[in-house]
């Protein structure tokens, strides 16, 4: 029996190591249960997609590329990209194939309390899986009727790359993956004191930065996590500065070698939920500190709540005089 064709529907699909390690599990599973099938078909305004999926332009007739199953996928932020998704699904439901959601969530704009238009059409999934509590919770407001399951970061059991990680020195490292952006970075500075403290017990130790999109980027987490560690810890020693070099970045950078690198850190200090999903899995403990207006840290430390190693904690730094 051929495998049936898929069309996966996401936000951003393969934009940054978050949506490629998403991408790259849903694959595992597709290969699992059809090796030998053809690549998965992926919505998408690109006209390239890494190996094992094939780009599907965004205003395909679904119908004609006989879709057997749409499945909506990964986080989705902004509303009407969510929205045009959910319309997206409608089409190839109205065309026969069978809706799911797979490792899904909404966060940002796209997690408002009242439903999006098109949501009427996930009442015609036959599966829902869900990645934290937050999302089962929105979907609930949205009184979408069917059953809610949770897995939570499905992503994160991927086998570490050690690569990367055999280029570090030897001793206790200090993971540190800090967001983006003029309100993160307004956000952080006012609390400088409370965050000296929080990591005072990784005086001394080198830091390595954990950086989930490309440097130069607009979200260049890497220049983030540099000017934070300057501005809290003394005089830190960064590791790797090679991933500031862009190429490299692109190059030599995957999903399983960020958890490589997770992996030989003794603390995670992050806001980021990839970095520290991957430190959950891993045993590394995690610090997740709550900044500004983006609480994906706050629903994926909840969600794991019940597997963080000890040690970890999820801490919301009170704002102080900056020293």
């Known amino acids: 029996m051929s495998a049936p064709r898929i069309l996966v529907i996401a936000e951003h699909p393969f934009r940054d190591l978050l949506s490629r390690a998403q991408m790259g599990w849903l694959l595992a599973e597709y290969q699992r249960a059809h090796p030998g ?3 998965l078909l992926v919505s998408t305004g690109a006209t390239k997609t890494p190996p094992g999926f094939e780009p599907v332009p965004l205003d395909a007739e679904l119908r004609a590329l006989g879709v057997a199953q749409v499945m909506l996928s990964g986080v989705f932020l902004d509303r009407k990209r969510l929205e045009a998704a959910l319309a997206m699904t409608a089409q190839a439901v109205a065309g026969g194939a069978r809706l799911v959601l797979r490792n899904f969530a909404v966060e940002g704009n796209a997690a408002q309390r009242v439903a999006p238009a098109g949501a009427a059409v996930l009442d015609q999934a036959a599966a829902i899986t ?23 970061y499905p992503e994160r059991h991927v086998a570490p790359d050690p690569t990367l990680a055999a280029l570090l020195p030897e001793g206790p490292i200090l993971g540190l993956a800090i967001r983006a952006g003029a309100e993160m970075e307004a956000s952080w500075k006012p609390r400088i004191p409370a965050l000296r403290r929080l990591l005072a017990g990784a005086a001394g ?4 930065p954990l950086p989930t999109q490309g440097p130069g980027s607009a979200s260049d987490d890497l220049a983030a996590s540099t000017a934070f560690a300057h ?11 090679q991933l500031a070099d ?7 950078v ?3 070698r960020l958890k490589g690198l997770v992996t030989r850190c003794a603390l995670v200090a992050t806001n980021r939920d990839l970095p520290a999903c991957y430190a959950v899995a891993a045993g590394v403990p995690v610090l997740g500190i709550a900044l500004g207006a983006d609480r994906r840290i706050v629903s994926c430390l909840a969600t794991l709540a019940n597997e963080l190693p000890e040690g970890s904690d999820l801490v919301h730094p009170l704002p102080g005089r900056v020293a």
């Open 231 to 241: 501005a809290v810890l003394d005089g830190p020693t960064l590791l790797l500065p």
């Open 254 to 256: 995957s999903p399983a």
């Open 205 to 208: 130790w080198p830091v390595l």
């Open 130 to 152: 869900l990645r934290d509590h937050r999302s089962a919770n929105v979907l609930t407001l949205w009184r979408v009727r069917n059953a809610l399951a949770i897995d939570p």
């Open 37 to 39: 099938g053809p690549p």
């Open 246 to 252: 862009a190429a490299w970045w692109r190059r030599e």
